[in-house]
T-cell receptor, first 112, second 112 residues
Framework: DAMVIQNPRYQVTQFGKPVTLSCSQT?????MYWYQQKSSQAPKLLFH???????NEADTPDNFQSRRPNTSFCFLDIRSPGLGDTAMYLC???????????FGPGTRLTVT | EDKVVQSPLSLVVHEGDTVTLNCSYE??????LLWYKQEKKAPTFLFML????IEKKSGRLSSILDKKELFSILNITATQTGDSAVYLC????????????FGKGTLLTVNP
């Protein structure tokens, strides 16, 4: 089945230790997104790729970076995680025209 | 700044009740409004609305958009305990920016 896959599902990292979260999709969608969702809050867009074009939200901290080596994969790198980065990280994809975003299961990141 | 406001923030009902969830928005470049259901995992897509007055239905769920008054409602009839979730409303901007702006969600609890 076509889907959005995120790995790992759960990640615990230490304060300041770099971490990489992975997202892959078999939907062949040209747009991929990363959201951060803290407890009891709405998902907040960090950035998105339209094909290879990277679009960063103005309030996304510099600590967060992303890579999209090909259509199927997108990575979220957190260079020096702080305690405040503990959250669920959601990857989503869409075709530009459809507007529906299909979400992966999320990675729950805990920074200790 | 675009804004999406959902009400109520939480709601407790009994099985069999009908509920109406509200979403109002203030946006500069409207393209579509989306509803998602989020249990303890990633959001799952319910509806996308682009035109006023056209009801979308899926089983016991239905939704409608009023572009003049800038709001949408999500109705759930004959609620079941499996409907318990956070229901998220999101606005998608037009143009080349594919950003979804989410509301904070309505936490629906359906008791047996």
């Amino acid at each position: 089945d076509a889907m959005v896959i995120q790995n790992p599902r759960y990640q615990v990292t230490q304060f300041g230790k770099p971490v990489t979260l992975s997202c892959s999709q078999t939907l062949n969608h040209n747009v991929m997104y990363w959201y951060q969702q803290k407890s009891s809050q709405a998902p907040k867009l960090l950035f998105h790729y339209y094909d290879k074009d990277f679009n960063n939200e103005a309030d996304t901290p510099d600590n967060f970076q992303s890579r999209r080596p090909n259509t199927s994969f997108c990575f979220l790198d957190i260079r020096s995680p702080g305690l405040g980065d503990t959250a669920m990280y959601l990857c989503a994809t869409s075709t530009g025209l459809a507007g529906e975003q299909y979400f992966g299961p999320g990675t729950r990141l805990t920074v200790t | 700044e675009d804004k999406v406001v959902q009400s109520p923030l939480s709601l407790v009902v009994h099985e069999g009740d009908t509920v109406t969830l509200n979403c109002s928005y203030e946006v500069t470049n409207f393209r579509s409004l989306l509803w998602y259901k989020q249990e303890k995992k990633a959001p799952t897509f319910l509806f996308m609305l682009t035109s006023s007055g056209i009801e979308k239905k899926s089983g016991r769920l239905s939704s409608i958009l009023d572009k003049k008054e800038l709001f949408s409602i999500l109705n759930i009839t004959a609620t079941q305990t499996g409907d318990s979730a956070v229901y998220l409303c999101a606005h998608r901007t037009g143009g080349s920016n594919y950003k979804l702006t989410f509301g904070k969600g309505t936490l629906l609890t359906v008791n047996p």
